[in-house]
């Protein structure tokens, strides 16, 4: 445990924002988005990896991992850091990815998010929708928002997440965060029940599937703020995701539930700094006007681009044009940019005709 704990500390001290421990392989670090490997430790063993996995977990975790043959769990370094950590088979052994979650939970200044937060963050109700890739910093945002509101409304905020993350003080907010697997069986069954928990603010940590997905509109229809996340890279696919995963004869319903409950779409990545040192992050930004509903409502999502284009006087935003702020400011290299642009061919365009 003590080798493990001082990997743990050595991805804290490096800055990393992952660890992943393979069987067979050095220990590999994430910073600032590329994996390195630290040849410098012993190469991880398969006894190393059942004896510290199998300590971090209670009884019912090891049940649930030989049942699932993965699971996610959380470990924190007092005065340090807390980690999130998945642990899975591969090729027969045990493997983990271990995330850094920061102790202190960063406001919206704190990080220099885009302004527009603070306001969707006093939402009374309705829909918000964080979304990007795995690792592009939308827990960080969830976590800002809520904390935006903690320092600044009275609300009962209620968290539902696989594992728990950032770890909240209350302020003026009352915040209980639920974790899969040692508070509720899951997220569809904790957002089945919240609603009779009188929350004013529901996070979904993920929405995973349709029943998932259709608990949260329905939370969200019923007076809730609910924030929750999906894996999709801007505003327009989000929108189709989530009407997607219904089947046809229930599409038209989610369009109209989503129509009337959509507030905020916000869509993030994270490009390395031109410096080579450290990640900055882009945004797309939607937010619900009564076009942006019109749109969602008809199914004609193929408008949801020119509406956010338009929309800047909302505070809308597109992805490729925060990815041009980036570039001209001089804080990203050109060719990370349009890596991460929706419309690369767009982006090469306006860059050219500057």
């Given at each position: 445990?003590?080798?493990?704990?001082?990997?743990?500390?050595?991805?804290?001290?490096?800055?990393?924002?992952d660890?992943?421990?393979?069987?067979?392989?050095?220990?590999?670090?994430?910073?600032?988005?590329?994996?390195?490997?630290?040849?410098?430790?012993?190469?991880?063993?398969?006894?190393?990896?059942k004896?510290?996995?199998?300590?971090?977990?209670?009884?019912?975790?090891?049940?649930r991992?030989?049942?699932?043959?993965?699971?996610?769990?959380?470990?924190?370094?007092?005065?340090?850091?807390?980690?999130?950590?998945?642990?899975?088979?591969?090729?027969?052994?045990?493997?983990?990815?271990?995330?850094?979650?920061?102790?202190?939970?960063?406001?919206?200044?704190?990080?220099?998010?885009?302004?527009?937060?603070k306001?969707?963050?006093?939402?009374?109700?309705?829909?918000?929708?964080?979304?990007?890739?795995?690792?592009?910093?939308?827990?960080?945002?969830?976590?800002?928002?809520i904390?935006?509101?903690?320092?600044?409304?009275?609300?009962?905020?209620?968290?539902?997440?696989?594992?728990v993350e950032?770890?909240?003080?209350?302020?003026?907010?009352?915040?209980?965060?639920?974790?899969?697997?040692?508070?509720t069986?899951?997220?569809?069954?904790?957002?089945?029940?919240?609603?009779?928990?009188?929350?004013?603010?529901?996070?979904?940590?993920?929405?995973?599937?349709?029943?998932?997905?259709?608990?949260?509109?329905?939370?969200?229809?019923?007076?809730?703020?609910?924030?929750?996340?999906?894996h999709t890279?801007?505003?327009?696919?989000?929108?189709?995701?989530?009407?997607?995963?219904?089947?046809?004869?229930?599409?038209?319903?989610?369009?109209?539930q989503?129509?009337?409950?959509?507030?905020?779409v916000?869509?993030?990545?994270?490009l390395?700094?031109?410096?080579?040192?450290?990640?900055?992050?882009?945004?797309?930004?939607?937010?619900?006007?009564?076009?942006?509903?019109?749109?969602?409502?008809?199914?004609?999502?193929d408008?949801?681009?020119?509406?956010?284009?338009?929309?800047?006087?909302?505070?809308?935003?597109?992805?490729?044009?925060?990815?041009?702020?980036?570039?001209?400011?001089?804080?990203?290299?050109?060719?990370?940019?349009?890596?991460?642009?929706?419309?690369?061919?767009?982006?090469?365009?306006?860059?050219?005709?500057?």
């Open positions: 445990m003590d080798e493990f704990v001082n990997l743990l500390k050595e991805l804290v001290k490096r800055g990393g924002s660890l992943h421990l393979k069987v067979e392989e050095p220990p590999i670090f994430r910073i600032d988005g590329r994996l390195v490997r630290a040849t410098e430790f012993d190469v991880i063993t398969p006894e190393f990896m004896e510290t996995m199998f300590s971090l977990m209670t009884e019912k975790q090891v049940e991992f030989k049942r699932d043959l993965e699971l996610d769990l959380s470990y924190e370094i007092p005065g340090m850091s807390r980690f999130r950590i998945n642990v899975f088979l591969q090729k027969g052994y045990i493997g983990a990815a271990i995330r850094q979650i920061p102790l202190k939970v960063k406001t919206i200044d704190d990080w220099g998010l885009p302004p527009q937060l306001d969707i963050a006093m939402y009374n109700r309705g829909f918000v929708l964080v979304t990007g890739p795995t690792g592009s910093g939308k827990s960080t945002t969830l976590a800002a928002m904390e935006e509101m903690n320092n600044r409304v009275k609300r009962h905020i209620v968290t539902i997440e696989d594992p950032f770890v909240f003080e209350d302020k003026m907010c009352v915040i209980e965060q639920r974790e899969i697997g040692v508070d069986f899951s997220f569809s069954e904790a957002l089945k029940r919240v609603v009779r928990q009188s929350p004013d603010v529901i996070m979904v940590g993920e929405m995973r599937d349709l029943e998932t997905i259709s608990r949260a509109l329905t939370a969200a229809e019923m007076g809730a703020l609910v924030l929750a996340t999906l890279t801007d505003a327009a696919q989000t929108v189709d995701r989530v009407v997607d995963v219904f089947p046809p004869e229930q599409q038209h319903q989610v369009r109209l989503l129509s009337n409950t959509i507030r905020a916000i869509s993030q990545t994270l390395p700094l031109a410096t080579g040192k450290g990640r900055i992050a882009a945004f797309e930004i939607l937010i619900g006007t009564p076009a942006i509903k019109n749109a969602i409502r008809e199914g004609k999502v408008q949801i681009y020119n509406l956010i284009q338009s929309g800047g006087r909302h505070g809308m935003r597109l992805l490729d044009q925060s990815l041009k702020e980036l570039y001209l400011r001089g804080l990203v290299n050109y060719e990370d940019a349009l890596s991460k642009a929706s419309n690369p061919s767009d982006f090469e365009a306006s860059i050219a005709r500057m």
